[in-house]
């Protein structure tokens, strides 16, 4: 399967702790694209990388959420420091890159559940 | 600020019954729009797309959709709903003018086809 996989699929947590989850594009995609939905709404960007650069960031991403993209190829998401409002699906997408509206390819999301 | 409005939260249809699905969005400059479907259990998938041209657009699976730029909108459509499309659908929109390449979803529409 060439598609976005993420990992984990499934994460719960106890509020305080730190989780990190990882995101692997398809392997020519330039761009990679971070986003959360919670329940009964749609996704919400967070940030995006275009190869390792991190051009644009949500004021959704607080200080306790920092994402990285080492060598342009997959990228982690690290939440620190996890509330029970972080609780959500964490989807991420990726893009070929090549012009201004090219399709994003989405990956399964990682669920995570702060108790 | 961009968004994004999905006025159908849930429709319940029977098979073969004609359906569209509506979306408006509000941004200033020039856009490009999607619909999405997530199949239960399933990632998020490209079902159609525009970037420019002719304002009806065909997707996969018998959707389409049309442009209408002075209503600012891109509404859903297929003449014959089969139970294999209960899903959720989210239209979504990114704007190049502006160099974001992010995408801002609405909603979601949740469809439940009755066999």
């Known amino acids: 399967d060439t598609g976005v996989s993420q990992n984990p699929r499934h994460k719960i947590t106890k509020r305080g702790q730190n989780v990190t989850f990882r995101c692997d594009p398809i392997?020519?995609?330039?761009?990679l694209y971070w986003y959360r939905q919670t329940l009964g709404q749609g996704p919400e960007f967070l940030t995006y990388?275009?190869?390792?650069?991190?051009?644009?960031k949500s004021r959704l991403l607080s200080d306790r959420f920092s994402a990285e993209r080492p060598k342009g190829s997959f990228s982690t998401l690290e939440i620190q420091r996890t509330e029970q409002g972080d609780s959500a699906m964490y989807l991420c997408a990726s893009s070929l890159g090549l012009g201004d509206g090219d399709e994003q390819f989405f990956g399964p999301g990682t669920r995570l559940t702060v108790l | 600020a961009q968004s994004v409005s999905q006025h159908n939260h849930h429709v319940i249809l029977s098979e073969a019954a004609s359906l569209e699905l509506g979306c408006n969005y509000s941004y200033g400059g020039t856009v490009n729009l999607f619909w999405y479907v997530q199949y239960p259990g399933q990632h998020l998938q490209l079902l159609l797309k525009?970037?420019?041209?002719?304002?009806l657009v065909k997707g996969i699976k018998g959707f389409e959709a049309e442009f209408i730029k002075s209503k600012f909108s891109f509404n859903l459509r297929k003449p014959s709903v089969q139970w294999s499309d209960t899903a959720e659908y989210f239209c979504a929109v990114n704007g190049p003018t502006s160099g974001t390449y992010k995408y801002i979803f609405g909603t979601g529409t949740r469809l439940k086809v009755l066999a």
């Open positions: 990388f275009q190869n390792e650069a991190q051009l644009e």
């Open positions: 525009y970037f420019s041209g002719d304002p």
């Open positions: 392997s020519e995609h330039n761009r």
